[in-house]
């Protein structure tokens, strides 16, 4: 082929290609009950997809397009901040059957849902979910004033088959998530002052070691301070997505 003309269609598919979003990143985990599969959407946005369920985890509809996403099964909340809560789009993926599972607050902010209390156990469409403590221990607005209070948030545990994911939502490596077990996939925010530094998801990952971690939800902190302070953990996998 002529190179001038090769030159053109790149020019012609570029143009083409000019402002669509590329394809957010996914992974297939295995697990005893068939496949995971993980959609990274963007900072605190993840959607799950298991055994023909769709999962979406803080839907907001800043870093996606959810008239063109497919509806949930699931829906999760991890706390009242409109980066995580986005009652629109929650409307948008709602259909009859709907589940949505969210804190207190969020419920007093929508009118509906499925509370999880700190620390609460319960099964919706056949996942086991638990709620575990999500909030700031060091970060602070003021005296008295943390960025996540403790008991208004939650991070949520799915159990998937045999394998056990944990999606912080926006908290310190707070004693809570410290002493977790068994965790086979973990999602830890990492944004200073709002959550936890590269070192505090480090601490916490040394401390319940999941095979596989992400860091999400981590804005400008570069992610690659991460896997050089956990380069010596050999079972801790560090995945880095784009999820800022």
């Not at 948008?92 to 589940?99: C, R, S, V």
């Not at 419920?107 to 099964?123: L, R």
């Not at 570069?222 to 996998?237: A, F, G, W, Y």
Request: proline fraction near 5%.
């Amino acid at each position: 082929m002529n190179k001038y003309i090769l030159i053109s269609l790149v020019g012609f598919f570029l143009i083409l290609t000019a402002g669509q979003a590329l394809p957010f990143e996914e992974d297939i985990i295995k697990t005893s009950a068939g496949d995971l599969k993980i959609t990274c959407i963007a900072h605190g946005t993840l959607m799950f997809t298991f055994n023909n369920k769709i999962i979406h985890i803080d839907p907001v509809g800043s870093y996606a397009d959810y008239n063109d996403m497919p509806k949930a099964d699931l829906i999760f909340v991890t706390h009242e901040h409109g980066d995580h809560l986005d009652q629109e789009v929650i409307e948008i993926l709602t259909k009859e059957d709907t589940t949505i599972v969210l804190t207190e607050i969020c419920y007093e902010a929508i009118g509906k849902g499925e509370v999880m209390k700190n620390g609460e156990t319960a099964t919706f469409k056949d996942i086991k979910v638990e709620a575990v403590p999500a909030y700031n221990i060091v970060h602070t607005r003021g005296e008295n004033l943390p960025y996540h209070p403790k008991g208004d948030g939650n991070g949520y545990i799915l159990t998937f088959g045999d394998k056990r994911v944990y999606v912080a939502g926006d908290t310190e490596n707070t004693p809570e998530m410290k002493s977790l077990k068994n965790i086979d996939i973990a999602f830890l925010p990492m944004n200073l002052p709002y959550t936890m530094s590269p070192e505090m998801v480090a601490n916490a990952a040394k401390a319940f070691r999941p095979a596989v971690l992400y860091p999400y939800h981590y804005s400008q902190t570069n992610p690659q301070e991460l896997v050089t302070l956990l380069k010596d953990e050999s079972d801790i996998e560090v995945r880095i997505r784009n999820l800022r």
